[in-house]
């Protein structure tokens, strides 16, 4: 199976995949470097400079195939050709940085497009430029590249090539491996369900607010969290109705994605489409079963969140429509300075050393903050220019979440910092499986900080639900997530046919268990089965997991630390200056991390129950 060190950035493509909230039309001031403004001139002076670094990127990618003949010719050898191709892998990473960076600050600006599109060619040129090395990698030999990886002239390669070595007997010959990756495009089915998810299905309108309006995903996000409770329940009703009329048409892409997944997991000889999914990021299957295990295990916890749920709504029963309105009205605002000195407090237990990295990055225009016409929705942190620093796009819009939304960007912008820093080019970019644990570890922190330092009782209850809530939808809903995505491949290896009908009964049960419907915890109505249907991540190929991982080890580290363990806060420091230099597996688990094992995510629930005690005294207190 072909690995992907070669391709998108994980810190990348983690952007890519944050949620999208609404956008609003809040002006933001003209001049820069204003605060709240990135300049990219720390990337290149003009658009005239970029075009020359362009051409000699572009240059360098033509020259690269002249290394197929003798890469593999001796250890000195291939260790010149790999250095060759990380730098010239680096400057097409910079290059591609200001490219895209620019064209998300004005999605209607041409000029900045047309340079996009330029650059996603120039990285599938390097894609192809590259294909010969894995091919002559394992032509090598799993025995020779382990005893290679050994020698000290490879050593910044050693971990690529031990992870290569593995994967050798998984590793077609170059021909087949070669049309497999051509089929690639039309196997995925991710391009259709985005075309018929945002472009083809008709939304209702509904009257919301007292307006006729146009349902779609974005009014959905919004309205369904709308402290009325017949709104939620309307929008509810309409929305999920819409996606029930295409439950075929969904069926058929997942079932198709789904046996692209296992079709292909056995033809590069694994046990399993999890075994497959997995292997190729270097992570065990006994995380997943791990976390699976753990979840079912303690769904009391998340059935004790509900019920509380429906005490602070003062709703005898709980529909599945109350999940989203907040339980607490939220106490304030914050402005973009608030944000900054928060985050500078809530850090600081996690030494000078990181409170220098965020004072650095905070101070400098080095964000773009506000929301503005054009402007690409949602929140990233691209870390990928190597010698420059990180630059984060967020859409501030003066919320709790907008500052905690900060702080994620940041938790992942200080990683990139201090893998940049401690690694060559070569081991810096770190995985998804960590990428998550820098962010959440700020997020837990942070909401640690505004819990204690709360005035009044209802500040601190709202702080508190924002904590449980975020508990329940990144731990408790990916970890659901990722039960009915093996619970689907498993069938499908099974030899079942997956109907669209198929796949909402297969959804509706596992749901039902998390919900406690049997138990008539939270009353589900039988058309929210096809809540599947408006997931993207089930084409990612186990993806969605890592999320609940995450938070679980963010919870871990945020707990020792706030606790004062000097030894669990450098040793933090430690995995994330580690970069990708080992599997994210091996590198959490030399930090005391080990989610192949139950003690994160009993810590995480052990959290997760003292937060509800912390509510119901305050509840207690406020009507005693
Ligand atoms: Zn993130």
Redesign the pocket.
């Known amino acids: 199976m072909p690995i992907t060190k070669y391709g998108l950035t994980a810190a990348l493509v983690?952007a890519a995949l944050?949620t999208l909230p609404m956008t609003s039309a809040v002006a933001a001031p003209e001049a820069a470097p204003a605060p709240g403004h990135w300049v990219l001139t720390d990337l290149y002076a003009s658009p005239s400079a970029w075009q020359a670094a362009f051409g000699q990127t572009q240059d360098a990618i033509k020259a690269l195939p002249e290394l197929a003949d003798t890469l593999t010719d001796d250890p000195a050898t291939l260790a010149d050709g790999l250095a060759r191709i990380d730098d010239v892998h680096k400057r097409l990473a910079r290059v591609a940085t200001y490219a895209h960076l620019a064209a998300d600050i004005d999605l209607r600006a041409a000029d900045a497009q047309e340079r996009r599109g330029r650059v996603d060619r120039l990285q599938a040129d390097f894609g192809q430029a590259t294909g010969f090395v894995e091919p002559a990698l394992v032509g090598l030999g799993a025995d020779t590249l382990k005893e290679w990886a050994a020698k000290p002239v490879l050593a910044e390669q050693a971990y690529y090539l031990r992870h290569v070595a593995d994967q050798a007997p998984h590793t077609l010959t170059r021909e087949t491996e070669s049309a497999l990756a051509a089929l690639s495009p039309i196997a995925g089915q991710s391009d259709t369900f985005d075309l018929l998810s945002n472009a083809d299905i008709a939304w209702p309108s509904v009257t919301l607010g007292g307006e006729s309006r146009t349902l779609d995903q974005a009014a959905y996000t919004q309205w369904r969290a709308d402290p009325d409770r017949a709104t939620r329940q309307k929008v509810f009703e309409a929305f999920w109705s819409t996606y029930n009329q295409y439950e075929d048409t969904f069926g058929s892409l997942l079932n198709q994605a789904v046996y692209g997944h296992v079709i292909d997991a056995r033809l590069h000889h694994y046990d399993s489409a999890l075994a497959a999914a997995l292997a190729a990021n270097d992570i065990p299957v006994a995380v997943y079963h791990q976390l699976i295990d753990s979840v079912d295990g303690h769904l009391d916890t998340l059935h004790r969140y509900l019920k509380l749920q429906a005490r602070l709504l003062g709703v005898d029963q709980l529909h599945y429509y109350d999940i989203y309105p907040p339980l607490v009205a939220a106490p304030r605002e914050f402005n973009l300075s608030d944000a900054k000195t928060l985050l500078e407090q809530a850090t600081r237990p996690l030494g000078t050393a990181y409170t220098r990295h965020i004072t650095a990055a905070t101070s400098a225009p080095w964000t773009s903050a506000y929301p503005a016409p054009g402007k690409r929705p949602g929140a990233y942190m691209n870390g990928s220019a190597y010698d420059v620093h990180p630059y984060v796009l967020m859409n501030f819009q003066g919320d709790y979440e907008s500052v905690s939304t900060y702080a994620?960007e940041w938790g992942?912008g200080v990683h990139s910092m201090l893998a940049n820093a401690a690694q060559p080019y070569a081991t810096a970019d770190y995985p998804i499986f960590t990428?998550?644990v820098a962010?959440t570890t700020n997020e837990a922190l942070l909401i640690d900080h505004m819990i204690d330092n709360a005035d009044t009782r209802q500040e601190k209850l709202f702080y508190i639900g924002q904590a449980l809530e975020s508990l329940r939808g990144t731990f408790f809903r990916q970890a659901q997530f990722a039960e009915f995505e093996l619970a689907l491949h498993e069938a499908a290896e099974a030899g079942k046919s997956l109907s669209g009908k198929r796949i909402s009964a297969l959804y509706k049960e596992i749901l039902d268990r998390y919900y406690g419907v049997a138990d008539g915890m939270t009353a589900i109505d039988k058309r929210m089965a096809i809540e599947w249907a408006y997931v993207p991540h089930f084409y990612y190929n186990f993806y969605v997991y890592q999320y609940a991982t995450s938070i679980a080890a963010g919870e871990y580290f945020a707990s020792r630390i706030l606790a004062g363990d000097t030894d669990v806060r450098d040793a933090y420091l430690a995995a994330l200056s580690a970069g990708g230099s080992a599997s994210g597996y091996d590198i959490l688990k030399n930090a005391g991390v080990d989610l192949a094992t139950a003690a994160p995510y009993n810590q995480l629930i052990q959290r997760m129950n003292e937060l509800m005690d912390q509510a119901e005294d305050l509840l207690d207190k406020r009507q005693g």
């Open positions: 983690a944050t994620h992942h990428a998550e962010s």
